[in-house]
């Protein structure tokens, strides 16, 4: 196992790229934006963003990126060959092998690739909030929803390597359309983007007055707006925040029922600001699950990691000491 190692988490909005040691602290980070131009060759310009992520890391830290190990976590269906079959969120790089593009690119044989939600998931079993804990499921809040479900202490990839793909979970048949294709999936209720939907349509509806005013006009209010107003204590905000943690709960109830899972790690961007709409999903939660007064306690914390859980995991990945 190398003592250090690079690990990229690239999302549908920023692509953040790590350097973790050992022991899983975090050296050094850099963040760029997610490239999304479409190319004749799939994934090349997430690639090339990718490559320019390990150079400028690997000059500051004094490592050799020929040689340094390096985890890519990706969002979407990845094959267990790391092929990235499709990504609603990332389109430009369906289809693409990102990790052959980037050993060509680097001359660096020493990467690995992985679903970026399943590299959230391993960080927090083995450093954070997952740890000592066999049977859990990570949820990442981002530009969409991704999982990563750890059982009887292993990650559960399923039988393509698409196992986790928690967002695309209907949970309002024929609802708002999806990025995948689909209708009502989870992530347009519940994540960065789905908050930011339910917002718009606060707005636009007159139920958000106040931050209208502050905006100028309804379609400038941002799902930011919301959870900072939320946070002190505007009530029309804090009615928004209740209707996404509302749905939030709907989503993590019908894992309970599929997976008699105990323990939620909520990751992403949103999770930074978690303490906004978190004690809505626990009281939710324990209206919605079945029979939730005769089960074991059923937990709900925050990554230890936040937003970095999935960059912090690919580099678990790349070191080669993950299950």
């Given at each position: 196992?190398?003592?250090?190692?690079?690990?990229?988490?690239?999302?549908?909005?920023?692509?953040?790229?790590?350097?973790?040691?050992?022991?899983?602290?975090?050296?050094?980070?850099?963040?760029?934006?997610?490239?999304?131009?479409h190319?004749?060759?799939?994934?090349?310009?997430?690639?090339?963003?990718?490559?320019d992520?390990?150079?400028?890391?690997?000059?500051?830290?004094?490592?050799?990126?020929?040689?340094?190990?390096?985890?890519?976590?990706?969002?979407?269906?990845?094959?267990?060959?790391?092929?990235?079959?499709?990504?609603?969120?990332l389109?430009?790089?369906?289809?693409?092998?990102?990790?052959?593009?980037?050993?060509?690119?680097?001359?660096?044989?020493?990467?690995?690739?992985?679903?970026?939600?399943?590299?959230?998931?391993?960080?927090?079993?083995?450093?954070?909030?997952?740890?000592?804990?066999?049977?859990?499921?990570?949820?990442?809040?981002?530009?969409?929803?991704?999982g990563?479900?750890?059982?009887?202490?292993?990650?559960?990839?399923?039988?393509?390597?698409?196992?986790?793909?928690?967002?695309?979970?209907?949970?309002?048949?024929?609802?708002a359309?999806?990025?995948?294709?689909?209708?009502g999936?989870?992530?347009?209720?519940?994540?960065?983007?789905?908050?930011?939907?339910?917002?718009?349509?606060?707005?636009?509806?007159?139920?958000?007055?106040?931050?209208?005013?502050?905006?100028?006009?309804?379609?400038?209010?941002?799902?930011?707006?919301?959870?900072?107003?939320?946070?002190?204590?505007?009530?029309?905000?804090?009615?928004?925040?209740?209707?996404?943690?509302?749905?939030?709960?709907?989503?993590?109830?019908?894992?309970?029922?599929?997976?008699?899972?105990?323990?939620?790690?909520?990751?992403?961007?949103?999770?930074?600001?978690?303490?906004?709409?978190?004690?809505?999903?626990?009281?939710?939660?324990?209206?919605?699950?079945?029979?939730?007064?005769?089960?074991?306690p059923?937990?709900?914390?925050?990554?230890s990691f936040?937003?970095?859980?999935?960059?912090?995991?690919?580099?678990?990945?790349?070191?080669?000491?993950?299950?």
């Amino acid at each position: 196992m190398s003592d250090v190692a690079i690990g990229i988490d690239v999302g549908g909005t920023k692509a953040l790229a790590v350097v973790v040691d050992a022991g899983g602290q975090v050296l050094d980070e850099l963040r760029s934006g997610t490239p999304h131009e479409h190319d004749a060759n799939p994934g090349a310009r997430a690639a090339e963003v990718v490559a320019d992520q390990v150079l400028e890391l690997c000059r500051r830290q004094g490592l050799d990126f020929h040689e340094v190990p390096i985890g890519i976590g990706l969002p979407g269906l990845l094959r267990r060959d790391g092929h990235l079959a499709f990504a609603p969120n990332l389109q430009s790089a369906s289809g693409a092998d990102l990790g052959a593009l980037l050993r060509e690119s680097l001359g660096n044989l020493s990467i690995k690739v992985e679903n970026d939600a399943n590299c959230a998931a391993l960080a927090e079993h083995r450093w954070g909030a997952g740890r000592g804990v066999d049977d859990f499921v990570m949820v990442t809040l981002g530009t969409g929803i991704g999982g990563g479900v750890i059982a009887d202490g292993q990650l559960v990839r399923g039988r393509n390597g698409f196992a986790g793909e928690i967002g695309h979970m209907v949970v309002e048949a024929h609802g708002a359309p999806c990025r995948c294709g689909g209708h009502g999936c989870w992530e347009r209720y519940a994540s960065g983007g789905g908050l930011a939907r339910l917002t718009t349509l606060a707005a636009l509806g007159g139920r958000l007055p106040t931050l209208v005013a502050r905006a100028g006009s309804a379609e400038l209010v941002r799902g930011e707006d919301v959870t900072a107003a939320a946070g002190e204590g505007l009530a029309e905000a804090r009615a928004v925040v209740d209707e996404m943690g509302w749905w939030l709960a709907l989503g993590l109830s019908n894992l309970v029922a599929v997976l008699d899972t105990g323990h939620f790690v909520i990751g992403g961007g949103l999770s930074q600001v978690a303490e906004v709409f978190l004690p809505s999903t626990r009281r939710y939660l324990a209206e919605l699950v079945e029979g939730y007064d005769d089960r074991s306690p059923i937990s709900v914390v925050c990554s230890s990691f936040g937003g970095r859980s999935g960059a912090t995991g690919a580099a678990l990945v790349a070191m080669g000491n993950a299950p």
